[in-house]
């Protein structure tokens, strides 16, 4: 077991252990989330016990705060929900300044420890404009290009080139991506891109996403599996790759850095790639339809089918994929080209062996006419012989009239 399953496996079991089977209470309220919510709302719960400690009087726990909250319903007395409101000014004024995302945070886990107990905080509006107001942004996140994107594979070695271009293809969560499968891959390359990898179940919403692997996904993903199968590492049940989430930001981090991209003071990690395909996906397809992609839960009535998606997905991969492509309709063209010049081409051998046959018979006809001339001439040199006897040479005119007669007989053959 690696030093991260190790660590993950020993905080879940605290964590089982610190939540105890009470029914009433703390443990009872932070019992029913994932490790990480009740990290932070365990957290959130502190801080306020620690607010009442200093401005009310008393000793204060979870118990006296169900107890105090069940007077003041009764006596219709709102003052918790004050409380609550000078409890997210209080953070402010901490030494180490928190975020407006971190309050908000804090702030939810007292509204829903007394919604646990069915004492719900019953907040006016202007409290609530106070509490819940959009957070200004302390973090900036640098948000990749396409040209970003080809620059950084070009640096790449086969490992960041899988995390790079199946990234930027599934946008999927660093966590859903780590844990894909090498069958989920393997059973599906040979098919034409945009390949579907089926259904993949989401860690963070608990739902299914309809991710597909483009033309630059599926070369990296083959050549991946390659290295894999080389280092005999090739397991179907096996993950494509075996690191975490500290890593694979440090990757993205690292190629950017060597590409030579300017990010300024932005933050750079694997998420982008999500962001990227996300925000190229909602300016072609309708909300309901990329939610489905990339894992966002949406209403059951907007379900739509794989095979549907696919076709929306093949429009966006113009603008997502780096390996040059050419546009549709110009392949069209280039193929009604070729249709064409094949078709010229069959009948051009048509002609040409129809040519070759005429040549054929007229070359015996010329070998037939070449035999005859020879007998002419042969009785024509007999007949001399027999006028001049001593085998005197025929005059020069004599011989110029011969030909002449050869030429035009030759010709009459010929017609």
Not at 54 to 74: F, P, V
Not at 203 to 216: I, Q, S, T
Not at 249 to 271: P, S
Request: proline share 3%; glycine share 6%; aromatic share 10%.
């Amino acid at each position: 077991m690696d030093n991260y399953k190790y660590s993950m496996f020993t905080m879940s079991f605290r964590w089982e252990m610190l939540v105890s089977n009470n029914s009433v209470g703390k443990d009872a309220w932070l019992k029913g989330f994932s490790y990480s919510t009740f990290k932070l709302y365990r957290k959130g719960f502190g801080r306020f016990i620690k607010f009442m400690n200093e401005t009310e009087e008393g000793d204060w726990n979870d118990k006296r705060l169900l107890k105090e909250r069940e007077i003041h319903l009764k006596e219709r007395n709102y003052a918790f929900e004050q409380k609550v409101v000078d409890f997210h000014r209080w953070l402010g004024k901490l030494p180490k300044e928190l975020s407006d995302n971190s309050k908000k945070t804090y702030v939810a886990s007292i509204c829903s420890f007394f919604a646990f107990h069915r004492m719900e905080l019953k907040f006016t509006k202007q409290q609530r404009n106070q509490l819940w107001r959009r957070p200004r942004p302390v973090k900036k996140y640098y948000d990749f290009t396409l040209d970003d994107l080809k620059r950084m594979s070009k640096v790449a070695n086969t490992k960041e080139r899988y995390v790079l271009l199946v990234g930027k293809s599934l946008g999927l969560r660093a966590s859903d991506f780590l844990k894909l499968k090498q069958g989920t891959f393997e059973a599906h390359l040979d098919e034409k891109p945009p390949i579907s990898l089926g259904e993949v179940f989401t860690k963070k919403k608990g739902v299914k996403a309809h991710p597909f692997l483009d033309e630059d996904a599926a070369e990296a993903s083959r050549t991946w599996l390659q290295v894999l199968e080389s280092k005999n590492m090739r397991n179907p049940d096996a993950p494509m790759l075996n690191i975490g989430h500290l890593e694979i930001d440090l990757i993205i981090k690292k190629l950017a850095k060597r590409a030579g991209i300017n990010t300024g003071n932005e933050i750079v990690r694997f998420h982008q790639l999500r962001v990227f395909l996300i925000t190229r996906l909602s300016t072609i397809m309708e909300t309901n339809r990329w939610k489905q992609i990339v894992g966002k839960r949406v209403p059951e009535s907007s379900y739509v089918k794989p095979f549907n998606l696919r076709e929306d997905y093949a429009k966006v991969m113009e603008y997502t994929t780096i390996r040059e492509r050419v546009a549709q309709e110009k392949v069209k063209r280039l193929e009604d080209e070729v249709k064409t010049l094949r078709e010229k081409e069959s009948i051009s051998r048509g002609e040409v062996d129809i040519l070759k046959h005429k040549l054929k018979v007229l070359e015996e006809q010329l070998k037939e006419l070449q035999k005859g001339v020879e007998k002419i001439g042969k009785r024509q040199e007999k007949s001399l012989l027999e006028i001049y006897g001593g085998g005197e040479p025929p005059s020069k005119e004599l011989t110029e009239l011969t030909e002449e007669i050869d030429e035009n007989e030759e010709e009459s053959e010929l017609q």
